[in-house]
């Protein structure tokens, strides 16, 4: 698994979370049926600013590494970053809900990864309990760590085909869509 180059820095990030909910509404009535299903992953599209050859040439050989959507990389948020400390104390696969031990500063809207996954802080209820989003990925052991410094998650392109556009200029620019590797 390779790690996404950080040489030039993201010039822009649109991140999401995509949950698998299902809903039917009656056209009479207006009526709501709302399934929640238990799929929920992270998806991005990323744009990089524009780069010399010298430049892209680490980013064309990443990409196409990659063979499409064959190969994962890590890659979190560059602005997601906090002094937070942290280990989990318990947690199953599926929790949305875990029980840990970490400083005061944690609140909700904080990233954190865990087994190269990437989490969000959703509510912190009281000192241990704290509420993420998406659901835990993987079994944890007592005293899992809970890395806040420059989290990562694993993500997969979102298509076989990648592209890079090359200007007058002979400037690089390259933007890309990826998703949660689950």
């Known amino acids: 698994m390779a790690a996404f180059p950080t040489t030039v820095g993201i010039q822009s ?13 009656s056209p009479f009535s207006y009526d709501q049926q709302v399934y929640q299903h238990q ?7 990323v744009s990089l600013p524009a780069m010399t050859r010298a430049q892209a040439k680490e980013y064309e050989a990443f990409f196409a590494s990659l063979r499409g959507m064959a190969e994962t990389f890590t890659m979190g948020n560059p602005l997601h970053s906090t002094t937070a400390t942290g280990t ?15 400083t ?13 996954r990437l989490y969000i802080v959703t509510e912190r209820t009281d000192a241990s309990n ?16 809970m890395d806040f410094t ?17 200007n007058q200029a002979s400037l690089y620019g390259f933007t890309f869509a ?4 689950l």
């Not at 989990?88 to 970490?102: E, H, L, R």
């Not at 420059?150 to 090359?166: D, F, H, K, Q, Y």
């Not at 990826?178 to 590797?181: G, L, P, T, W």
């Open 39 to 45: 799929g929920v992953r992270w998806e991005a599209e």
């Open 178 to 181: 990826c998703v949660e590797a």
């Open 88 to 102: 989990i104390s318990s947690g199953a696969v599926g929790d949305t809900s875990i029980t840990a031990s970490t």
């Open 13 to 25: 990030m649109t991140m999401r979370l995509r949950s698998a909910v299902a809903m039917s509404e």
């Open 104 to 116: 005061s500063g944690v609140v909700a809207g904080d990233y954190f990864e865990v087994n190269s």
């Open 150 to 166: 420059l989290p990562v998650g694993t993500w997969r392109l979102a298509s076989n085909e990648i592209g890079w556009s090359i």
């Open 130 to 145: 704290i509420k993420i989003m998406p659901p835990l990925r993987d079994a944890v052991s007592v005293s899992t760590t």
